[in-house]
């Protein structure tokens, strides 16, 4: 079963997503999401460039040596833009055998391990009552896990807020934003919105919580401290994660666990904050760390150290990632839970999928592969348009983490 053709489909129903399409001789195919959110091209050009010519001839099949070819052959190990180029290849290739073997993807990795996938939603409002009217629209929709977000006084174009009524997407069509950011009124208003939230709907779903890297380790620390009473599922990227070991003194100060990983690319980001307890969960995706091969690695070292699996899964990753992650979560004996933002309404008509959503659990579906296909006519009909992720500024002008 060789490979005689690899192409890259560039498209945007409604953002821009990148998929890599593997043919095989047998004329089976598979595909992998290859998306990038703001750098998109680069992972293109990294595959149609470098990746795709040598990957012609080689057997389908061979996905760990494939995976390691790709890996160590470069020279240039790990980084956000090879990593998720090997990802779209490793998926895709996940999907050809699934395929030919007439099997779903989890059956694959070794069943099932649960009947369904817990996933969170995303409640948002400008202020508090609009916060928990969102939250109220996802318990009515009966999310078990649900992450809360609300603009905070004074303090513009907070994190995860949209602009208008309609779907986050944080990254704008042809100019890079800057957005203000205040650590301290943030800390300040924050625990007043889980109070909120909890004096309304109590305690029967799970509240969680996105810093999106803003604070600094001993800041984190506070934080998580002073919403000790709202039990949160967890507070996501406290803090920048390059200095890990920065990670030993959120712990030293608060029980609230703690998620991080969605910028991660491989097992060694996240090797000391593993091994050494610093975090509960890990967020890093199939699309950004390496696809299946290399994602199953990083869950089974953590499930050594309890640290268990909640895979970032916004909407500037592609149907493709969510349709996958979904069958690597109904396997993982360590999963803890998953992201699911949705999609536009025109991205599900060019992503044709197996998954299923029902009271707050998915299911990846029983099709052959991950389940996802793409309609490569109708993509065509969405050329690609330049989007940029914002950047985020302290009240005095200076450049901070967004």
Same mark, same amino acid.
């Not at 293109?44 to 470098?50: E, F, G, I, T």
């Not at 629209?137 to 174009?157: D, L, T, W």
């Given at each position: 079963?060789?490979?005689?053709?690899?192409?890259?489909?560039?498209?945007?129903?409604?953002?821009?997503?990148?998929?890599?399409?593997?043919?095989?001789?047998?004329?089976?195919?598979?595909i992998g999401d290859a998306t990038l959110n703001g750098r998109e091209l680069a992972v293109?050009?990294?595959?149609?460039?470098?990746v795709c010519p040598t990957l012609i001839g080689r057997d389908a099949g061979c996905i760990e040596d494939i995976w390691q070819y790709l890996y160590k052959g470069a020279y240039w190990r790990r980084g956000p833009v090879t990593m998720t180029a090997i990802a779209a290849v490793d998926v895709a290739l996940w999907d050809i055998l699934g395929k030919v073997t007439g099997m779903p993807l989890y059956r694959l990795l070794g069943g099932a391990s649960r009947d369904g996938v817990m996933v969170y939603g995303h409640a948002t409002g400008h202020d508090?009552?609009?916060?928990?009217?969102?939250?109220?629209?996802?318990?009515?929709?009966?999310?078990?896990?649900?992450?809360?977000?609300?603009?905070?006084?004074?303090?513009?174009?907070?994190?995860?807020?949209?602009?208008?009524?309609?779907?986050?997407?944080?990254?704008?069509?042809?100019?890079?934003?800057?957005?203000?950011?205040?650590?301290?009124?943030?800390?300040?208003?924050?625990?007043?919105?889980?109070?909120?939230?909890?004096?309304?709907?109590?305690?029967?779903?799970?509240?969680?919580?996105?810093?999106?890297?803003?604070?600094?380790?001993?800041e984190a620390a506070r934080l998580g401290k002073s919403v000790e009473p709202y039990r949160l599922f967890w507070m996501e990227d406290p803090t920048p994660a390059e200095n890990q070991a920065a990670f030993r003194l959120i712990? %030293?100060?608060?029980?609230? #666990?703690? =998620?991080?990983? *969605? $910028? !991660?690319?491989?097992? +060694?980001?996240?090797?000391?904050?593993?091994?050494?307890?610093?975090?509960?969960?890990?967020r890093a995706t199939l699309t950004h760390a390496g696809g299946i091969t290399h994602l199953r690695r990083i869950a089974d070292f953590a499930s050594l150290c309890q640290v268990r699996t909640g895979c970032h899964?916004?909407?500037?990753?592609?149907?493709?990632?969510?349709?996958?992650?979904?069958?690597?979560?109904?396997?993982?004996?360590?999963?803890?839970?998953? %992201?699911?933002?949705?999609? #536009?309404? =025109?991205?599900? *008509? $060019? !992503?044709?999928?197996? +998954?299923?959503?029902?009271?707050?659990?998915?299911?990846?579906?029983?099709a052959p592969g991950h389940g996802v296909d793409i309609d490569e006519a109708l993509a065509a009909r969405y050329p690609y348009t330049p989007a940029y992720l914002p950047v985020a500024r302290l009240e005095d002008g200076t450049l901070w983490n967004w």
């Open positions: 079963m060789k490979i005689v053709r690899a192409d890259v489909i560039v498209t945007c129903p409604g953002r821009n997503f990148v998929t890599l399409k593997i043919v095989t001789d047998e004329g089976v195919y598979g293109a050009s990294y595959l149609k460039d470098h508090i009552p609009e916060a928990l009217d969102r939250y109220a629209e996802h318990v009515e929709m009966g999310y078990k896990a649900i992450r809360v977000q609300c603009g905070v006084p004074n303090v513009r174009s907070v994190y995860g807020v949209p602009k208008d009524n309609g779907m986050y997407e944080p990254a704008t069509k042809g100019t890079v934003e800057e957005h203000s950011w205040s650590s301290e009124k943030y800390l300040d208003f924050v625990p007043k919105l889980f109070e909120a939230v909890r004096a309304k709907f109590g305690f029967d779903t799970h509240l969680l919580h996105d810093v999106h890297h803003r604070l600094t380790p001993i712990r %030293e100060h608060t029980v609230t #666990p703690i =998620a991080v990983g *969605e $910028v !991660f690319n491989s097992i +060694w980001d996240c090797k000391q904050l593993i091994e050494e307890q610093l975090i509960d969960y890990i899964g916004p909407s500037d990753l592609s149907p493709v990632c969510m349709g996958a992650a979904l069958h690597f979560d109904l396997w993982a004996p360590n999963f803890g839970v998953q %992201e699911y933002m949705g999609f #536009p309404e =025109a991205a599900l *008509e $060019v !992503f044709p999928h197996a +998954w299923r959503f029902e009271r707050g659990m998915m299911h990846p579906g029983d």
